[in-house]
Structure formats: structure tokens, C-alpha cells
């Protein structure tokens, strides 16, 4: 009969939880012991259930594997700790020299505004001098470039409504003058002469 596999997760029932550990446990601890009788290699496994009981085994004496394993244990976590010593002295240094340069930065910013120029000397004055006269010649030109966008665009807001104003000048210009009489009938006319005229005399 086939056996199913079975899920390894935690266990929630405690009985069969501790009976799964004390199967496994022996079983451990018996391939251990092949191993070291198979293989002719020194083994040792310790095993601490829940509650904190040891059990363990050793193909020789536990307390000289154990120094043995310390050997070999500080050898490979001392490697690894020195290797995170690095890196973090290696953080360290980058943001000395981060910070370094910010202190730079802004002493540079004070020099600009007109501040802390009492340990400048003359070479130095006339460095800024020359860096803040270029700064100023960027910010004139700047301005005046947005001044004459700000009166090309007046302009062209002004011209628009009097170039309408013209054109409907021009078209009235253009169309016939208009005669009073224009909508006249024949009668009419003929009402105003008979109006107009004097009356005779007998």
C-alpha cells in the first residue's frame, strides 16, 4: 500500500504532536548513528523537545566535537563579522565625506549672501565677485527676456481689436451711400410735387 504524503506544518493536536516527535527523534537519531558507522565520519545531533528536554547523540566524545565545532564556528562567523565591520566602516567613511561636503557647500552659500568673509582673502573676494557678476548677468538677461515676452503679448492683444475696428471702417466705406428717398412708391412722389406746387388762381 502506497503511502500519501504528508504536510509538513506544525501539528495542532498535542498528543499526536508528541508522538510524531518521539518517532522522528529515534529515527534521527538512528540515522545518525549509520552515518557515522556507514561512513566512518564523526557525527553528533542534538534535539531539544518543546518542553526543553535534550536529547543528543555522538559517534565520540560530545565535548570534543562541541570545542571542535567552536573551532570552526568562530573561524566562519568571525570571517563573516569582519566582513560586516567592513561595510559598515565603509558607510562610515562615505558619510564623513557626505557631510564633509555639505559643511563645504553651505559655507560657500554664506560666502555668496555676503556672510562669515572676515577669513576670505583678496583672491578669494575676487572669486565671488566674479561668480556673482555672472549670476547677475543670468538673472538680468532672464528678466529681460520675460519683459519683452510680457510687451509682445500686450501687443498683440492690443492690435487685435484695432484691426477689427479698421476692417469694419474700410467695409462701410466701401457700401453706397443710402437716399431718403430709396423706399419711396411713385405715389408718394407724386403726393409731395402736387403738395409742393401753388395753388391757382381763378
Not at 566524545?61 to 561595510?87: C, P, T, V, W
Not at 567613511?93 to 553651505?106: A, R, W
Not at 573676494?125 to 532672464?142: F, G, Q
Request: aromatic share 6%; glycine share 4%.
Amino acid at each position: 500500500m502506497v503511502r500519501g504524503k504528508i504536510e509538513i506544518k506544525r501539528i495542532e493536536n498535542v498528543t499526536s504532536r508528541q508522538v510524531t516527535f518521539s518517532k522522528r527523534r529515534k529515527g534521527l537519531l538512528k540515522k545518525a548513528h549509520e552515518l557515522s558507522v556507514l561512513c566512518d565520519a564523526q557525527v553528533a545531533a542534538i534535539v531539544f523537545s518543546q518542553k526543553g528536554r535534550l536529547y543528543d547523540f555522538a559517534s565520540s566524545d560530545m565535548q570534543k566535537m562541541m570545542e571542535r565545532y567552536e573551532i570552526h564556528g568562530s573561524e566562519y562567523f568571525g570571517a563573516e563579522r569582519l566582513q560586516k565591520q567592513q561595510f559598515v566602516q565603509e558607510l562610515k567613511n562615505e558619510m564623513s565625506k557626505t557631510l564633509d561636503q555639505i559643511e563645504l557647500l553651505q559655507l560657500h552659500s554664506r560666502k555668496l549672501m555676503g556672510q562669515d568673509l572676515d577669513s576670505c582673502s583678496v583672491e578669494e573676494l575676487k572669486e565671488i565677485t566674479i561668480k556673482l557678476e555672472k549670476s547677475l548677468t543670468i538673472v538680468r538677461s532672464r528678466k529681460a527676456k520675460l519683459n519683452e515676452d510680457t510687451i509682445e503679448k500686450l501687443k498683440a492683444e492690443f492690435e487685435e481689436p484695432t484691426l477689427w475696428m479698421h476692417s469694419r471702417s474700410l467695409e462701410s466705406e466701401k457700401s453706397p451711400p443710402s437716399c431718403a428717398y430709396g423706399n419711396m412708391n411713385i405715389s408718394d412722389v407724386k403726393t409731395e410735387l402736387s403738395i409742393g406746387l401753388p395753388e391757382s388762381r381763378e
